[in-house]
């Protein structure tokens, strides 16, 4: 029953998220951007906008020149979440690809600069006077959902264990639409649900902002309007 | 007005403030009267459905601008920006960090356009629009003056200033523009330029200032007006016709071109830089202003197009001018359209034309303002980064005493002078002197360190602005230097006699 239950969450989640991700990425593609905004000074080639890309999406360039607390707290809370992330995917393969293991024991011990991240990010909504004045109380249940994963995470690698033979399994299954057995282990359903709410509110919330960056005009237009003329459909219109 | 006892005292140009809840909540420019709205096709008062109309109009943006889409949604309030606004260092309101004035117009969008608002507004803040909601917007989306800093530091790269156009497009389509710009703008429309300076009156000025350059130099250089079959139409503020320090800098072009040798003319017609229509958020207004330039420059059979000494019209003019009147394909394609003048100074020195006595600056300990549209809105040259060389090039060619600021005060991260963006009004005095402090407290670090006693400026709304403000940090009037003021000053024309008094101090 509680097999059934987690399968039909998993699929549903993955569903509306990809589905729901997919909706606002083409509505941001479609819309189009009527002006050259680029904030300069900014690259002249797409070569370079592809590297200023990257500088942002690996390194939080923009964030860096900002402010440092904030840059080490959310940029190591996300290298973290990719390390552990790359570790999750042993549960989805199989036999598990070669890096994927060399990254095992980083991914383990990822857990806790994610965890250190988040809850740095956390106290700063309280400490900081202004960023208190900005906060809503989803930027703090966002932070709670995402401290519970973690949470969970951790006590299953390093307290109570789970087993994750079953657990893969489990997984291995709903891939090819198969519901094996789900251990009933309280942490580890905890640890899926809340995942699972993560997913389904990933298009509807602020964690657009992965996407959303891909499409900042002050960040992915090329700096060329004198060389080039730049026309959005639309305008073209008045021009009749 | 006050004499500046309620300017926050600073430490240091960044310093951030304790916050001051509704500081500047009842501060507002006037509003437009039907007739600064009707000519530019906007409703004269507040219409009957006005709710309606504004969801209408937000709609349509989202519609046709991606920026203000992604802006609005992708925000994970990670609290970046909070300290960037000189209008937050200066007054400690809270609502002018960036993301909280965002998050005025973000609220309603929510409420509106999103899942998360529509069927949970607590929880993500977001709220109804009221009438409150509606006198909020007016007063705080006009204490931003569209300079992007916060865009700089933000890790999704987002413009406040896209927001705030926005929110002012979408006041002005219900009835509620701001009489400043909106009357301006009308000028525009109506005379060709932002001071309503008339062809007539126009001719008179300059010659008046050819007069002035032959007095002092013995040299006739000519400031030609609608002359047919110039090589160069010079698009510059009207402000350069008869501001100061505005002037100084005209002479300074008409000294360049003169030695030069090449054959230039302004334009009656479009005898304006300047384009409000950026700062009203309307991207037909900036068009309809725009076309004017490529009229004039039809017109005039001209060649090339450069633009003088202005922050927001360079924009206007690098970024937008292509997009909203190109293709300029009836120019010569062996020069930039538009070029900026210190583009061609530059140029100029490097080949040797000019006859340049840097001596004559002596007298002057120098800093710059980098103009904010200059610096994140464009470049000069074709160089990303020019937009920050090329003035100081200028100027240390001028100029032997040059300081800069804190450079986390300039380049990409300089400070507004705070009158940009449409609030270069007598109604938000208050507010200019206060945006204006951290940029003043810069000032003063230089003054200490290096004894720096002017500024110099490539913005006639900079120049307009500090030569308001300076004098409330102690400052002379004319501290404030229009580069290409520099230049004169320093030029010594082909011909030119030189008594040995070095310099012209006034």
């Not at chain 1, 549903?12 to 479609?30: F, S």
């Not at chain 2, 969008?109 to 006198?135: I, S």
């Not at chain 2, 530059?346 to 600056?361: A, C, F, Y």
Request: charged content about 20%; glycine content about 8%.
């Amino acid at each position: 029953m509680l097999s059934i239950v987690y399968a039909i969450l998993f699929y549903l989640a993955t569903a509306i998220m990809v589905v729901g991700v997919g909706m606002k990425i083409r509505k941001y593609a479609r819309a189009p951007a009527p002006l050259k905004i680029p904030t300069t000074p900014a690259p002249t080639t797409q070569f370079g906008v592809i590297l200023r890309m990257a500088r942002e999406v690996v390194f939080f360039e923009s964030l860096f020149k900002s402010n440092k607390w904030i840059w080490i707290f959310s940029w190591t809370f996300h290298m973290g979440m990719w390390l552990v992330l790359i570790r999750h995917l042993r549960y989805f393969t199989e036999p598990v690809w070669g890096w994927v293991v060399f990254a095992q024991p980083f991914g383990t011990y990822a857990g806790f600069a994610m965890l250190g991240g988040l809850l740095g990010l956390w106290a700063r909504r309280f400490l900081v006077e202004r960023i208190r004045y900005i906060s809503n109380p989803s930027d703090h249940l966002m932070l709670a959902l995402l401290v519970a994963i973690v949470g969970s995470g951790l006590m299953m690698r390093f307290v109570v264990g789970a087993d994750i033979i079953m657990v893969k399994a489990y997984m291995l299954g709903l891939m090819r639409f198969q519901i094996e057995t789900l251990p009933a282990d309280p942490v580890l359903l905890l640890h899926l649900g809340l995942v699972a709410s993560l997913m389904i509110i990933f298009p509807i919330s602020k964690l657009m902002h992965a996407p959303g960056l891909f499409f900042s005009p002050s960040r992915n237009q090329i700096d060329n309007p004198r060389e080039k003329r730049h026309l959005a459909p639309w305008a073209a219109k008045l021009e009749e | 007005m006050a004499d500046g006892d309620d300017i926050r005292k600073m430490a240091h140009p960044l310093e951030i403030p304790r916050l001051a809840c509704g500081a500047m909540a009842d501060l507002e420019p006037f509003r437009a009267k039907p007739e600064h709205q009707e000519p530019l096709g906007f409703p004269g008062e507040l219409v009957e459905n006005w709710k309606e109309k504004a969801l209408e109009k937000m709609a349509d943006i989202a519609s046709k601008n991606r920026a203000f889409q992604v802006y609005l949604e992708t925000c994970v309030k990670c609290g970046a920006c909070t300290d960037k606004c000189h209008y937050f260092l200066g007054t400690g309101d809270p609502k002018n960090m960036p993301v909280a004035r965002q998050d005025l117009l973000r609220s309603v969008y929510q409420r509106y356009f999103t899942f998360a608002g529509k069927y949970f507004p607590k929880l993500v803040g977001a709220r109804d629009l009221t009438e409150d909601v509606l006198n909020e917007w007016y007063s705080y989306y006009h204490q931003c003056s569209e300079c992007r800093r916060c865009s700089v530091f933000c890790p999704y790269g987002i413009d406040t200033a896209e927001i705030t156009m926005a929110a002012r497009d979408i006041m002005a389509h219900i009835g509620i523009g701001q009489k400043y710009s909106n009357e301006i703008i009308g000028k525009v429309h109506k005379i060709g330029n932002n001071l309503g300076l008339n062809p007539k009156a126009l001719r008179a000025t300059l010659e008046d200032l050819e007069e002035d350059i032959e007095d002092e130099t013995g040299i006739s250089v000519r400031i030609p007006v609608d002359e047919k079959g110039a090589d160069i139409l010079l698009i510059t503020p009207s402000a350069d016709f008869f501001a100061e320090p505005h002037i100084d800098g005209l002479l300074g072009y008409a000294k360049v071109f003169h030695e030069a040798g090449v054959s230039w003319t302004v334009s009656s017609y479009a005898s304006e830089a300047a384009n409000f229509g950026l700062f009203i958020g309307s991207y037909e207004q900036m068009r309809d202003i725009s076309i004017r330039i490529r009229d004039a420059a039809k017109d005039l059979g001209v060649k090339r197009i450069i633009f003088g000494e202005c922050g927001h019209a360079w924009r206007v003019g690098y970024s937008f001018l292509n997009t909203l009147a190109g293709p300029f394909d009836f120019l010569d394609q062996n020069y930039p359209v538009p070029q900026h003048i210190l583009d061609f100074t530059w140029q100029e020195m490097q080949k040797g034309t000019l006859n340049i006595d840097k001596s004559r600056n002596d007298h002057i300990r120098l800093t710059y303002h980098d103009s904010c549209n200059v610096a994140r809105a464009s470049r000069i040259t074709d160089e990303p980064g020019s937009q920050f060389e090329i003035p100081r090039n200028v100027i240390k060619a001028v100029c032997n005493n040059f300081f800069d600021m804190d450079r986390e005060t300039t380049h990409e991260s300089t400070l507004c002078c705070g009158g940009g963006g449409g609030l270069l009004t007598d109604d938000l005095m208050e507010l200019r002197r206060k945006g204006a402090s951290p940029r003043m407290t810069a000032v003063q670090q230089v003054t200490e360190d290096h004894g720096v006693t002017h500024m110099a400026a490539i913005c006639a709304i900079c120049k307009t602005q500090f030569s308001k403000i300076m004098p409330e940090f102690g400052y002379e009037m004319d501290s404030i230097l229009s580069v290409h003021q520099l230049v004169s000053n320093a030029i010594i024309l082909t011909g030119q006699e030189i008594d040995d008094e070095a310099g012209e101090g006034e």
